[in-house]
């Protein structure tokens, strides 16, 4: 069974920085594309940033591209989400899951329980 655990966030003041993980247990990601999403208090979950299985491409969303990096470590089956200069619009629950593509960005239907990130004014 699929498990993906998703742990790092936390209550930061705007301006800081949070680390996101994304660990993956019952298959690998190989070869899939990974992707982080969001879902904010009434809103939809929407995509922020996708990562291919080689790590050598990227793709983030307008609202996060310049302030956050997505990495992985296959060895150990863990995508990661750097988050710098944090806006209160960042608050919200973070998602990781596998992508179908990276041309549709569509998650596949595993989720974790998410992480809270609250950014403070």
């Known amino acids: 069974q699929v498990q993906l655990v998703e742990s790092g966030g936390g209550l930061v003041q705007a301006g800081g920085s949070l680390r996101l993980s994304c660990a993956a247990s019952?298959?690998?990601?190989?070869?899939?594309?990974s992707g982080w999403f969001r879902q904010a208090p009434g809103k939809e979950r929407e995509f922020v940033a996708a990562?291919?299985?080689?790590?050598?491409?990227?793709y983030y969303a307008d609202s996060v591209k310049g302030r956050s990096t997505i990495s992985r470590d296959n060895a150990k089956n863990t995508v990661y989400l750097q988050m710098n200069s944090l806006k209160p619009e960042d608050t919200a629950v973070y998602y990781c899951?596998?992508?179908?593509?990276?041309?549709?960005?569509?998650?596949?239907?595993?989720w974790g329980q998410g992480t809270q990130v609250t950014v403070s004014s």
């Open positions: 899951n596998f992508l179908a593509d990276m041309v549709t960005m569509r998650p596949l239907d595993y």
């Open positions: 019952g298959r690998t990601f190989r070869p899939y594309a």
């Open positions: 990562i291919n299985w080689s790590g050598d491409n990227t």
